[in-house]
């Protein structure tokens, strides 16, 4: 009987330990970047088109941007990109007719 308890007790001590050192695995701390448009379109399945600084910045300076906060007013007045229009996420459809239909609708959320 002693035997089949000290068998238990050493299975389970074996069994922590591998779960314990499984916690402390170190993980990569961010993905890889998607390095083309294809790979940005294949990484978000909601179907948004993601764009990089580098055409945001292009998009600004060329003036066919027109930019979004969709965060609240406190994070707005914290601090936002200069020329983009607060509209929190939650009423964004109460003024889709406010949205030019001929620039690129940037939203951005940090």
Same mark, same amino acid.
């Given at each position: 009987?002693?035997?089949?308890?000290?068998?238990?007790?050493? @299975?389970?001590? +074996?069994?922590?330990?591998?779960? *314990? /050192?499984?916690? =402390?695995?170190?993980?990569?701390?961010?993905?890889?970047?998607?390095?083309?448009?294809? =790979?940005?379109?294949?990484?978000?399945? #909601?179907?948004?088109?993601? !764009?990089t600084?580098?055409?945001?910045?292009?998009?600004?300076?060329?003036?066919?941007?027109?930019v979004? =906060?969709?965060? /609240?007013? +406190?994070?707005?007045?914290? $601090?936002? @990109?200069? $020329? +983009?229009?607060? @509209?929190?996420? $939650? #009423? @964004?459809?109460?003024?889709?007719?406010?949205?030019?239909?001929d620039?690129? !609708?940037?939203?951005? *959320?940090?």
């Amino acid at each position: 009987m002693h035997l089949k308890v000290f068998y238990f007790a050493t @299975i389970l001590a +074996a069994a922590m330990l591998v779960a *314990c /050192n499984a916690v =402390d695995m170190p993980v990569a701390s961010t993905p890889p970047k998607p390095t083309s448009s294809a =790979d940005l379109q294949a990484a978000n399945p #909601d179907g948004a088109r993601r !764009i990089t600084i580098e055409e945001f910045e292009a998009l600004m300076k060329e003036g066919k941007a027109f930019v979004v =906060d969709v965060r /609240n007013q +406190a994070a707005y007045d914290l $601090g936002h @990109i200069p $020329g +983009a229009r607060l @509209i929190p996420a $939650g #009423d @964004i459809l109460n003024h889709l007719d406010e949205l030019p239909r001929d620039k690129t !609708i940037v939203t951005y *959320c940090s």
